[in-house]
Structure formats: C-alpha cells, structure tokens
C-alpha cells in the first residue's frame, strides 16, 4: 500500500475541510485514499489523528469553542466509520479482541481508531464503545473468550476504572493492552495498574499485540493505604468539586456581567477542578507524580490563554491544599510535586 507521504498534502486538505465543518468533503477525501491505496492505518494516525490534535491544540489556546472542538470531533468520527468498513473488507487472519473504553471515558474516538486499526491487521475486533461498564466488559469475556482485550483512556478521570477492567480481563487469564494520553508517554502507568501491555499510539498497537502472551495472571493487588484513600477520594469528588468552586474567585469573576462571555473562563472552571482531582487520584493508584506537574501545566496555560489573572493559579493551590487536609498521602505529594515553571506561585492570594 502506499505511505500518505505520496500523496499531495492530504492532511491540509482535510484540515481546511474540517475547519469549515464540511463533513461530506472530509469523508469523501478519506475514501479517496483509500481507493488510491493508502494504507488505513496511516490515514487513522496521520490525517484524521493528527487533525484531531490540531482541534485540541486550538481549544486549549481559546481559539475553538467546546461546540467547534465537539463538530470536529463528530467529522472525525464519520471520517473513521468510513475507514471501519473499508477495513472489514479484509480477511480475518488472527484471533478474536475486544476493544473498549474504560467506564466514565466518553471519547469513544481512540477506541475506534485502534479497533480499525487492529481490524486492518488481520484481528477479529469487537467495539464495545463509550464508557462500557465493567459487568457489560465481564459478559463479553465470558461470552465471546477473547485472545486478547485493548482499552483507550482519554482522561484520567477514567484510569480508576480502567483497573476495574484490568482485573476483571487478567482473572479471566486473558492479556490487556492499554493506551491512550491519560497513561502519559510511557507505560508507568499500565504497569502500575497491572496491564499486560501498553501503546502509544495505533501503530504501537499493532506492534503490542503481536507481542502478547496467550495466557496472563492476575493483576497484583495495589498498594491498600493509597486505594484506601483513592476510594475516599473517588467517593467525595462532587462534594470537593462543589467547595472549591465557592471558593475560587475566578468562577465568581468570570460570571460577572462584564466578562467577555467569548474568552470567560467559566467554560473550562469545572474541567480545572475535576482534572486536579484526577490527577491526584492517579498519583495514589499509580505512584507516578509527574502527572500532577503536567495537569498543573495544562491548567496554568489553559488559565493564561483565556487572560485569567496569573494569581487565580496560586490561589487554586491554596484553595486545593486547604481541602486535602483529610486526605494525608494526597497531601503530601501535593505540596511537593504540584509545580509548573514560572512565578506564579509568588504574591499568591489565600483562598481560605
């Protein structure tokens, strides 16, 4: 088959088209490179993909709204059915998978493109969906005996339950492959939580598969000091989310009637606090602090390129520590990892 790199700028093509929200130009441009014999799986990564992180780019810098970032989001999805049945066309070599996402993951997009991509390679996939429940998960492993199962994580909202898949496929005996940005870069994570393998990415997939063992198992148990407190954690989340928010000034000042409602931060306040809370979370199951550094990051740029006041930062700092007085492990990694480059964490305001 031929590389995309062959071909006269097709990720622009798809991009302009996109932008505009021409569907019908965006699913016509896949299917005509797969009818001039590009490889799918390619077109996956490297057009719809690759666009794809474009349109988070652009949200993150306020440059799209959430309704833009969801229409792209709902091309892409069509651009990807379109390359689901092209690659069911093709002869079923392998065994039987199972592909999914973890209960509370909502973007059912990854899982698609790794379920197409693992269809082009010869395996008998079976997608499950969005959020698929972790009894739903049990059925089909009793049900159908899969060689193998694979689950996207979007958001690290989604990792507590992904473990829950993660044991439930590992007592069966059957491998698990993991993937998605809410494992980060490398396979910390999917170790941490006890997954047979990980992948970075469709192609990593491919390659991941091929290596699994037939027969695997069980998942270890966790440390239970930190599944203790995740559990508690998980358990008052609505409850932190709801102080925090009469807490943090931002959300006030954002819902004032002099506030840009195009650039308001209000839009995103929520995502900021859920993601925090997250993070922490991840960090008790997994061990891997860096993923409080990169939420705190992602938080501080999404903060300042909506024009936030650079003290709202410190004060959600305050604000967060002050509500993990109860939870101690939390705490404590907390205080010491939840850093980002810059000053503001200078001349912070209490939020208490």
Not at 32 to 49: H, K, N, Q
Not at 51 to 61: D, I, K, P
Not at 110 to 121: G, Q, V
Not at 258 to 272: G, K, M, R, T, W
Request: charged share 20%.
């Amino acid at each position: 088959m031929r590389r995309l790199g062959e071909r006269r700028n097709p990720l622009e093509a798809y991009d302009a088209a996109l932008a505009s929200g021409d569907t019908e130009t965006v699913t016509s441009l896949v299917a005509e490179m797969l009818c001039e014999g590009a490889d799918p799986v390619s077109v996956l990564t490297d057009v719809v993909a690759a666009a794809q992180r474009e349109v988070g780019r652009r949200w993150q810098l306020g440059e799209f709204t959430v309704a833009q970032e969801h229409a792209a989001t709902a091309t892409a999805i069509s651009a990807t059915k379109v390359v689901a049945h092209h690659v069911r066309q093709m002869p079923v070599t392998r065994g039987k998978v199972l592909v999914a996402c973890a209960e509370r993951e909502w973007h059912a997009l990854p899982a698609m493109m790794i379920e197409c991509a693992l269809r082009a390679n010869g395996w008998d996939t079976t997608l499950l969906g969005a959020s698929t429940n972790p009894l739903r998960l049990n059925q089909y492993l009793h049900d159908l005996g899969p060689d193998a199962v694979a689950v996207s994580c979007s958001v690290l909202g989604s990792l507590p339950t992904c473990r829950r898949f993660i044991e439930a496929t590992t007592a069966s005996g059957t491998p698990i492959l993991v993937g998605g940005p809410a494992f980060g870069g490398d396979d910390v994570r999917a170790v941490a939580l006890g997954a047979t393998a990980w992948a970075r990415d469709a192609h990593g997939a491919i390659v991941a598969m091929d290596g699994l063992p037939a027969v695997v198992s069980p998942a270890k148990p966790l440390a239970a000091e930190r599944t203790a407190e995740q559990s508690a954690l998980e358990s008052d989340h609505r409850r932190l989310v709801a102080r925090l928010r009469e807490r943090w000034s931002l959300v006030a000042a954002a819902t004032t009637p002099d506030a840009d409602c195009l650039n308001s931060v209000i839009d995103v306040a929520d995502d900021v606090l859920h993601q925090i809370l997250h993070a922490v979370e991840v960090v008790l199951l997994t061990g891997d602090h860096r993923v409080l550094a990169e939420t705190a990051w992602w938080i501080d740029d999404l903060l300042r390129t909506r024009g936030a006041d650079p003290q709202m930062m410190g004060e959600l700092v305050d604000i967060f520590t002050a509500a993990m007085r109860d939870y101690p492990l939390a705490a404590t990694m907390l205080a010491v990892h939840f850093a980002v480059p810059g000053d503001w964490r200078q001349d912070r305001t209490t939020g208490e």
